[in-house]
């Protein structure tokens, strides 16, 4: 099937990957205590899946993203290298260090760690898939400016952050009056 000039513009117009801007993504990650980042991942999950055409669910694939996120990253590389774009890391290393991430927040570290901790394996990938964003639809919208709701939803993070931080605060002074 031969695309008209006008179809294949609209064919460019969307990006293959969740489009949001690198600064953007790190803010609203490291503001929300990495619940942003399970908000990218969503959104890449349903554009891989509208096209490649795949019967998967990005609910489930987002909910279980600690084993399921290498099919993503090595995606991404392959499309990078689709694109012209060379990778400078690992789907595996990078998939092996965000499992790694994960299960130290399920067993150690505070809370009000999530977004850095989360963000670090995840944003090699951003920052590749937002290149390839560039260079395969270069019309399509970019997500880099801040709106009201963002701002509003850095606020709510903040908040918590400052909430859980506090209270980890307090169970420490707390451990060390009780120390028999």
Same mark, same amino acid.
Request: no cysteine; charged share 20%.
């Given at each position: 099937m031969i695309l008209a000039p006008h179809d294949a513009a609209a064919a460019r117009a969307e990006a293959p990957w969740w489009p949001v801007g690198t600064t953007k993504f790190v803010v609203m990650t490291l503001g929300t205590l990495g619940i942003y980042h399970?908000?990218?991942?969503?959104?890449?999950?349903?554009?891989?899946?509208?096209?490649?055409?795949?019967?998967?669910?990005?609910?489930?694939?987002? *909910? *279980?993203?600690?084993?399921?996120?290498?099919?993503? *990253?090595?995606?991404?590389?392959?499309?990078?290298?689709?694109?012209?774009?060379?990778?400078?890391?690992?789907a595996v290393g990078l998939a092996a260090a965000y499992f790694i991430a994960n299960v130290a927040l399920l067993a150690a570290v505070p809370a009000w760690m999530a977004g850095p901790l989360l963000l670090l394996p995840v944003l090699p990938v951003q920052m590749t898939m937002a290149r390839v964003n560039v260079i395969t639809a270069p019309a399509a919208p970019r997500n880099e400016r801040f709106t009201l709701t963002d701002y509003a939803i850095l606020a709510a993070g903040a908040a918590l952050t400052a909430g859980l931080w506090a209270e980890a605060r307090a169970v420490d002074d707390l451990l060390q009056e009780w120390n028999p």
């Open positions: 399970y908000y990218w991942i969503y959104g890449n999950w349903k554009r891989m899946r509208a096209r490649e055409g795949a019967a998967l669910s990005p609910v489930w694939r987002t *909910f *279980f993203a600690p084993v399921t996120v290498y099919r993503m *990253f090595a995606a991404a590389a392959e499309s990078a290298s689709t694109a012209g774009v060379r990778p400078r890391w690992s």
